[in-house]
């Protein structure tokens, strides 16, 4: 400031001459002296990348008339490098000072391209200065602004500037408006960031109307008008709210205590999730005091390791300045709850609570509610409205009883105001106030999480890195696990695959007795980390959890009451808990409602009444029992799918058998990988689900598929039946159709041959079996080319 008023008045003498003779406009000031004031060296170049100061300035191309940024940085969005290399700190300077009528233009850069005022293009330059910074943060950019401060020089008068040339006057005088129609603007599109304190507009609204830019010699009537505007009490407000913003404190808080996250599980290799974090500030960030009226509760829920603790401590370590204080509570059981709640305690200021809390010894449960009281009092005082509670993994259901460690969050928040943020499993709790479901991060994500953890580079040429994240399906702790497994084994991506896929157990089982390896995971893998939901389903419902392991073994992606169909009417093949849910549509939503509540399934968006499972708890869900249970469960899962299929002739039948078919291929997977190559079941209900499942692989034109089903039916048959039972040479017959079909003639002929005797003599050959065998022979024969013998 000192600078600039010495040299003003010597930098604003008129020149002798506003036209040349070619009658084009000259700057009314000689540049010189500007441009001798330097104070650096001529040649220092304005580009610095090493900055962490990001610095730059408008000006507009009076070639194009477009706005360009001088920039001390490598620009994101365009290549730059020819100004970048080329611009000096000085010619930065005149350039966006080199306002029409004032300066003449000047040439930068190896084009010798010429600029003039960057006020002709931005004379705001705040949304210029939000698209940089988008530029540079992408979709960090609004979770890591501290402040914004945009400072203007006085509200014009709408009055021309003496000695102008036509056409000047216009836009000069749009100009004049501009800056302030800008600042409105901004502010309504960014009003968040306003109730947040974070945007901050300073401009003297009255007494510099009739100076204009270039009136040095009225620095009295400047500073005077100044004084003026920030002496008001809205204004001193405002810039001591800003001062203490960037102090990183808040001025009005006499509340205030140490931040600390001791004992939290905050990891380092964390990555921002923009979108996520945004609905957390929208929500919880102090708003200015007009708007403080009451309590805002945010519930972040959604299904283990999907990442809302972690969000949760983003959120707290970035924000930490925009509240009074930050407490972090244990909220897995009520006893961890109040052991936290009772140490805040220490860290309130002395004087504003009783001596005997912030030094208390707890000796006796008496003594630990005496502390939590006035903890909870202390938050509840009117004037201390901007702390933030963090209520972590309230995962213990309030209706399984209070023997569980479960507890109403309710009863633990008095008065009216505060942020109080929530993470959980338990879906019920989004109706405490806003909330989101924490959904799977997106590829890109999910590859920025594996390398942070992995700490190298993810492959992306290799076909396995691909299909390890397509596996992993955008789990943050399923991504961290394996980056982790593989960063400590120095296997490669393509073995962890082979052993995700052939050795899932053993991968977890040796993760799990390694001492808890991501020590920044309270739970530690993907092994434990949903036991905690699945004790709590079944104590809750058994039922419900067999349906859970029943789900384990069909396609997760499509789960919904139609696929139990066929155990509605009951019957003793079928269990009795399965024929209560089939049977019975409320309970059917009831057991989907309560795996929703704790985050084990979710909806599908796009299809009515059907449900979806992670793949990874999906796959989970099927080695949480073993090998006997696992063989009872697939014969269960087979029969209902297999049963499910509908027969050719029903009406539009094959919807409903390409809805089947992703459970009938999950099915398939199982059986080879349990029974292997020439097992079977022995129960003759399996054996025939799984011929259905052979013709609904033929319908579907998979014949690969289904002669593997039907080869696996008739041996089951034949040894259940016996070779001339009739059930086993209706399999047969289907054998001979998919072998005619698929062009091998003579198995397709022996085939018929052998069914169409054994129905000959079991039933006659009258019967409309034979009948049928027949009419396929002779079909065969015609493919053959050989004419009818009858």
């Given at each position: 400031l000192d600078a600039y008023t010495a040299l003003s008045?010597?930098?604003?003498?008129k020149k002798s001459h506003r036209v040349d003779i070619k009658g084009k406009l000259q700057g009314r000031f000689d540049s010189a002296e500007l441009e001798q004031n330097r104070g650096l060296r001529k040649d220092a170049?304005?580009?610095d990348p090493d900055s962490p100061c990001k610095v730059f300035v408008c000006a507009t191309s009076k070639q194009t008339g477009d706005t360009v940024c001088l920039t001390n940085y490598r620009s994101p969005r365009s290549d730059n490098s020819d100004l970048l290399n080329a611009t000096t700190i000085w010619q930065a300077c005149r350039a966006t000072s080199a306002a029409t009528t004032f300066f003449d233009p000047i040439a930068i850069g190896p084009f010798n391209e010429q600029f003039i005022d960057g006020a002709l293009g931005a004379n705001n330059p705040v949304y210029a200065l939000w698209n940089q910074a988008q530029d540079i943060w992408g979709g960090q950019l609004r979770g890591s602004l501290k402040c914004l401060v945009s400072i203007g020089t006085g509200v014009p008068a709408l009055k021309p500037v003496r000695d102008d040339v036509l056409g000047i006057w216009a836009t000069l005088k749009d100009l004049a408006t501009e800056t302030e129609k800008t600042a409105q603007q901004f502010h309504r599109d960014k009003s968040d960031l306003d109730d947040e304190g974070r945007y901050y507009r300073f401009n003297v609204d009255h007494g510099l109307e009739e100076i204009g830019l270039e009136e040095s010699k009225k620095k009295t009537e400047i500073a005077a008008a100044t004084r003026r505007y920030v002496e008001s009490q809205a204004v001193f407000k405002q810039m001591k709210a800003y001062a203490n913003n960037i102090a990183r404190r808040e001025y009005y808080s006499p509340y205030r205590t140490p931040f600390s996250l001791q004992g939290v599980p905050v990891s380092n290799h964390f990555v921002t999730r923009p979108s996520a974090t945004a609905e957390l500030e929208k929500c919880l960030l102090p708003r200015r005091r007009s708007q403080r009226n009451q309590r805002r509760i945010f519930v972040l829920y959604g299904l283990g390791g999907i990442g809302k603790?972690?969000?949760?401590?983003?959120?707290?370590?970035?924000h930490q300045a925009a509240f009074s204080s930050v407490f972090w509570l244990d909220g897995r059981s009520e006893e961890r709850l109040r052991q936290s709640l009772a140490g805040c305690a220490n860290r309130i200021p002395e004087g504003q609570i009783h001596e005997r809390s912030r030094n208390a010894v707890l000796n006796s449960e008496q003594d630990l509610m005496i502390v939590i009281g006035d903890v909870l009092d202390w938050l509840a005082q009117p004037d201390n409205s901007d702390w933030l509670l963090i209520f972590d993994n309230v995962d213990q259901d309030v209706d399984q009883g209070s023997e569980t460690g479960a507890y109403d969050v309710r009863q633990y928040l008095r008065g009216d105001h505060g942020s109080v943020l929530i993470t959980t499993r338990l879906s019920r709790l989004a109706q405490l106030g806003d909330s989101t479901r924490l959904k799977r991060v997106d590829e890109q994500l999910g590859k920025a999480i594996f390398q942070q953890w992995r700490g190298a580079e993810l492959d992306e040429i290799s076909a396995r890195s691909e299909e390890l994240l397509g596996l992993l399906d955008g789990l943050p702790l399923a991504l961290a696990q394996a980056a982790s497994y593989i960063r400590e084994t120095g296997l490669d991506t393509a073995s962890y695959v082979r052993l995700y896929k052939q050795q899932w157990d053993d991968l977890m089982r040796c993760d799990g007795e390694s001492g808890l390896p991501l020590v920044d995971y309270e739970q530690g893998s993907v092994g434990t980390t949903?036991?905690?939901s699945f004790k709590a389903v079944e104590a809750r419902n058994k039922n419900v959890a067999n349906l859970l392991r029943l789900w384990a073994f069909v396609d997760s992606r499509d789960l919904w009451h139609g696929l139990l169909q066929a155990a509605a009417d009951g019957g003793e093949q079928w269990p009795g808990w399965l024929c209560e849910i089939a049977g019975n549509e409320v309970r059917y939503l009831d057991a989907a409602r309560l795996l929703l509540r704790y985050s084990m399934i979710e909806a599908q968006e796009s299809v009515q009444g059907s449900h979806m499972m992670h793949p990874v708890v999906h796959r989970w869900a099927s080695h949480i029992q073993d090998g006997a249970a696992k063989r009872e469960v697939l014969r269960l899962a087979v029969m209902v799918v297999g049963s499910s299929v509908p027969s050719s002739t029903s009406k539009d039948y094959w919807v409903l058998q390409r809805r089947l078919l992703?459970?009938?291929e999950r099915c398939s997977w199982w059986?080879?990988?349990?029974?292997?190559?020439g097992r079977s079941f022995d129960d003759i209900m399996t054996i025939n689900a799984m011929h259905m499942l052979g013709a609904l692989y033929k319908n579907q034109g998979r014949l690969t598929e289904a002669e593997s089903m039907y080869q696996r039916a008739l041996e089951g048959k034949e040894k259940a039946l016996g070779r001339d039972h009739t059930s086993t040479?209706?399999?047969v017959n289907n054998?001979?159709?998919?072998?005619?079909?698929?062009g091998r003639l003579t198995e397709a002929e022996s085939m018929y041959q052998r069914a169409l005797s054994g129905f000959q003599t079991a039933l006659g050959p009258s019967h409309w079996k034979s009948l049928l065998v027949m009419r396929n022979m002779d079909s065969l024969q015609h493919a053959k080319g050989i004419p009818k013998t009858r």
């Open positions: 008045d010597r930098v604003f003498e170049l304005l580009k603790t972690q969000l949760a401590a983003d959120f707290a370590r970035r949903w036991t905690v992703p459970h009938a059986i080879g990988e349990i029974y292997g190559v040479l209706s399999t054998l001979g159709a998919l072998y005619n079909n698929q």
